[in-house]
């Protein structure tokens, strides 16, 4: 079962994309490069708790 992952910028602390992951695949947090627009930049963003 899928479930809804929200990720939040390592540097503003805003969330600003949504995915979609497998928790009893992959139980531990994803950190991903992503363009965040309020810093005008690519910056790491990880995984939210819920």
Do not use: W
């Not at 079962?1 to 497998?22: A, L, P």
């Not at 309020?38 to 990880?46: D, P, V």
Request: with cysteine.
């Amino acid at each position: 079962m899928r479930e809804i992952i929200q990720f939040q910028c390592g540097e503003c602390k805003r969330v600003n994309y949504g995915s979609t992951k497998d928790k009893k695949q992959k139980p531990e947090r994803i950190e991903l490069k992503k363009y965040c627009r309020f810093c005008r930049k690519h910056t790491a963003h990880k995984e939210m708790k819920k």
